[in-house]
């Protein structure tokens, strides 16, 4: 993740889409924000409407690799899968941060068919279940938000509503608090789903 930006619109796949560089002052990494791109228009090339849910999962150890990160991101998904018969599909999205305040954590944000998933405290409540339940693992918590958002409602075709939800998620790419001290070199700062788009005639959906 070695190019940066501060600029606050990025072009991405022919668009220029708002990112949160806090009018220019702060860096954003250019791979990160093309990987938040590229899932949420697979997600709405499959669902006429995606619920984006942001979640921030803090943990104990300051571990090397990221098994734990991935490990509660299977779990969220199996439960999913099986409380919605119709969310067939979960696309992600992480950071791996390291703050003295908050040691080391994770930003997540989920996508759901929102068609079937609607509830963001749902899946909260089923992830700050995961950590208490899996405190062994690591675990410490997943705190609610009760003064920011946790979720956006994206609907294909509506650029305003993707703008919207692109510039939220774009302080997943922020290159400040990224932990480049404890985490191996084979260690990621960031990982993404790898839902692939649904095509027509050979050609991808026109989605925003």
């Avoid at 220029?16 to 899932?39: R, S």
Wanted: glycine letters at 4%; one cysteine or more; charged letters at 30%.
């Amino acid at each position: 993740m070695r190019k940066e930006t501060k600029e606050t619109a990025i072009e991405i796949a022919g668009r220029l889409l708002p990112v949160n560089t806090y009018d220019g002052t702060k860096g954003c990494y250019v791979e990160m924000l093309e990987a938040i791109d590229d899932q949420l228009r697979a997600m709405l090339s499959h669902h006429s409407r995606v619920l984006m849910v942001r979640l921030d999962v803090h943990v104990h150890d300051r571990t090397p690799d990221n098994k734990i990160m991935s490990d509660f991101v299977e779990r969220l998904k199996r439960w999913a899968s099986g409380n919605y018969k119709k969310n067939v599909r979960t696309g992600h999205v992480w950071c791996r941060e390291l703050s003295t305040d908050k040691g080391l954590h994770y930003h997540l944000i989920l996508l759901f068919n929102g068609n079937e998933v609607k509830s963001h405290y749902k899946v909260w409540e089923k992830a700050q279940q995961i950590a208490e339940h899996h405190a062994h693992r690591g675990y410490r918590n997943v705190p609610y938000f009760d003064d920011r958002p946790m979720h956006m409602m994206i609907t294909r075709g509506d650029e305003a509503s993707y703008d919207k939800a692109f510039k939220w998620a774009s302080y997943l790419a922020k290159t400040r608090t990224k932990d480049n001290k404890y985490r191996s070199d084979k260690g990621k700062n960031y990982s993404k789903s790898k839902i692939r788009h649904k095509v027509t005639d050979d050609r991808q959906l026109t989605l925003i």
